[in-house]
């Protein structure tokens, strides 16, 4: 924690009062009482144990993964952490192309001719299925001292083993401007009113009046591009709209159906006149992350759908308005968790290093300088405690240079549906893309026949979308 007597970097001082101290003392109890229990079982992050590490005859471990998105290289430099604390085991990050489709290409083709040269594979959460139930990763054993959120640490078994631990986790989040009070013409609301939309009823009940009333050209932008991204937002459309997920995450397309009929609806809110705009931006269906971001930051929408880390970008210190956050109805959950590919020949060292990645300290810094969002408790209960301490008075830090994540408590919210301060009634735990054999195939069919069908400014024909994914899981 900063030094109270100082200055934070954005010029914020640290001013704790008794009755501060006295409201966050159960938190920051809380989370000390845990680094302590978890700390004892812990020497730099990594579990201690009796597992012998095997020597590595001079190749490091290594490890499959995506672009480093972390701020600073936070991921690189937890592996440069391991490799001073275990000089004998050296390991070294392969970082594979930024298209999901060309990442899971190349950790397929490792996986599956066997490679032993690759340890470690760092897997976007619908993955894990696919190869685990063709036999491509090690089994793991359960943690025993607890401290990792449940819905990311579940999102790593497949048939009630453990596959994969937690590297990094995501989860949709909604942002809009921030305002003392609700006011449609400006498109601002306060954190009252935002915390009140729990479902899509809610979001387009406030996001039209503010079309109506403001002018906006859309009420949302949402990443609904033929890419990943689409299948993700969609999925949280459907379930913001109460169509019911099977237990594996996959949703009914039989037509008729009522998920066939929200995509008939969702159809028409990317077409159907509101005021001087559509309910989603129309936009919306050629927009990735960074697209959908500068439309609501540049006042096209009065909604975005992003991820976690858009929070950030938007509290530039050039921004033109106080942004606000909130849980996205029908969330969906992100994020990359390690396994130890089966054909590892050094698989004691791997598992050791996978502890260590998805370790408490490591995801203190993956959290709070990488700004993703972190696999374990602590880090929110830590930030939430440091959030209290700030002097109301001083104007917040543009930056996120040594600044509390303020966001803290919304994103563990919208995580895990419990508040941390146990101010609401718990709500949902995020929803999950489907756990199916070749996910990445079954998503590419839905994105090439949906995607399609929504582009056309007429009803989408989904008669044979069931049949199609079907096809798709069987691999045919």
């Not at 009755?19 to 966050?24: G, I, M, N």
């Not at 020597?55 to 440069?80: F, K, Y």
């Not at 606000?324 to 130890?340: E, K, N, T």
Request: glycine letters at 10%; proline letters at 7%.
């Amino acid at each position: 924690m900063p030094d109270p007597t100082q200055p934070s970097p954005g010029g914020r001082r640290w001013r704790p009062s008794r009755r501060t101290v006295l409201k966050t003392g159960a938190a920051a109890g809380w989370f000390l009482g845990g680094a302590v229990a978890v700390g004892g079982g812990y020497l730099l992050g990594n579990r201690r144990s009796d597992r012998s590490m095997e020597d590595l005859d001079g190749r490091p471990l290594r490890i499959l993964s995506g672009r480093d998105d972390t701020a600073n290289g936070q991921r690189g430099l937890l592996v440069d952490q391991w490799n001073l604390r275990f000089p004998d085991h050296p390991a070294e990050m392969v970082e594979l192309p930024g298209v999901a489709d060309l990442q899971y290409g190349a950790i397929h083709a490792a996986l599956q001719a066997g490679d032993p040269a690759v340890d470690v594979v760092n897997l976007d959460l619908p993955w894990i299925a696919d190869f685990a139930k063709a036999g491509r990763l090690l089994e793991l054993e359960r943690p025993t001292e607890g401290g990792y959120l449940g819905r990311p640490l579940s999102a790593g078994e497949v048939d009630g083993k453990l596959r994969a631990l937690p590297f990094n986790t995501d989860v949709g989040m909604l942002y809009y401007r921030l305002g003392a009070a609700t006011d449609y013409a400006t498109g601002t609301l306060s954190a009252e009113d935002a915390a009140r939309i729990a479902d899509w009823e809610d979001l387009r009940r406030v996001a039209e009046g503010m079309v109506v009333a403001g002018g906006f050209e859309g009420g949302i932008a949402m990443q609904l591009d033929a890419y990943e991204g689409f299948t993700v937002s969609v999925w949280e459309y459907l379930l913001a709209n109460r169509v019911e997920a099977k237990s594996d995450g996959s949703i009914d397309f039989g037509d008729p159906s009522p998920a066939v009929a929200q995509l008939e609806w969702l159809s028409r809110e990317l077409h159907e006149p509101v005021g001087e705009g559509t309910m989603i931006l129309q936009e919306s269906l050629r927009f990735a992350e960074d697209a959908s971001l500068e439309a609501f930051r540049t006042g096209r929408t009065a909604f975005l759908r992003h991820w976690p880390r858009a929070f950030q970008d938007l509290r530039s210190c050039d921004r033109e308005f106080d942004v606000g956050v909130v849980p996205m109805p029908g969330r969906v959950l992100g994020g990359q968790s390690l396994a130890v590919s089966a054909a590892s020949e050094r698989p004691d060292a791997a598992v050791r290093l996978i502890e260590f990645l998805t370790g408490p300290m490591a995801q203190q810094r993956l959290f709070e300088p990488g700004g993703f969002a972190s696999t374990r408790e602590e880090p929110y209960y830590d930030a939430i405690a440091q959030t209290h301490l700030l002097d109301p008075a001083v104007e917040a830090p543009c930056d996120d240079g040594g600044s509390p994540r303020v966001e803290a408590a919304q994103l563990f919210r919208a995580l895990t549906g419990r508040d941390p301060e146990d101010r609401l009634d718990p709500g949902p735990e995020p929803g999950t893309r489907p756990a199916v054999e070749r996910y990445t195939r079954f998503s590419r069919v839905f994105q090439e026949v949906v995607h399609g069908e929504l582009e056309a400014d007429s009803t989408p024909d989904l008669s044979r979308l069931q049949d199609l994914l079907d096809e798709a899981v069987a691999g045919r």
